[in-house]
Nanobody, 115 residues
Framework: QVQLVESGGGLVQTGGSLRLSCAAS????????MAWYRQTPGKQREFVASLTSGDSIGYADSVKGRFTISRDNAKNTAYLQMNSLKPEDTAVYYC?????????WGQGTQVTVSS
């Protein structure tokens, strides 16, 4: 059974940084892509960043230059380094992982940026 567990969320001031982690478990689970999404109340979940096994990386325009996605294949863990945070980055951040065209989701971690 595949599980994704996010951690690293919290409260930070404008301009601060946070690093989110997403640990994927499952004895044979080797995702070929991992991604981060975020959602605020009343809005659809939106794409933040993605990283494939071929090291293809994508970012939403709103986070380019501030966020960095990475992964440690040995640990089956993805990271999202978030710098220069803004109040509009406040959201629940979700990790997603894909394998064999199946997407799996974590439970989310809250990020709050105070002004």
């Amino acid at each position: 059974q595949v599980q994704l567990v996010e951690s690293g969320g919290g409260l930070v001031q404008t301009g601060g940084s946070l690093r989110l982690s997403c640990a994927a478990s499952g004895s044979t689970f080797r995702p070929n892509a991992m991604a981060w999404y975020r959602q605020t109340p009343g809005k659809q979940r939106e794409f933040v960043a993605s990283l494939t096994s071929g090291d293809s990386i994508g970012y939403a325009d709103s986070v380019k230059g501030r966020f960095t996605i990475s992964r440690d294949n040995a640990k089956n863990t993805a990271y999202l380094q978030m710098n220069s945070l803004k109040p509009e980055d406040t959201a629940v951040y979700y990790c997603a992982a894909a394998s064999s065209s199946q997407w799996y989701w974590g439970q989310g971690t809250q990020v709050t940026v105070s002004s």
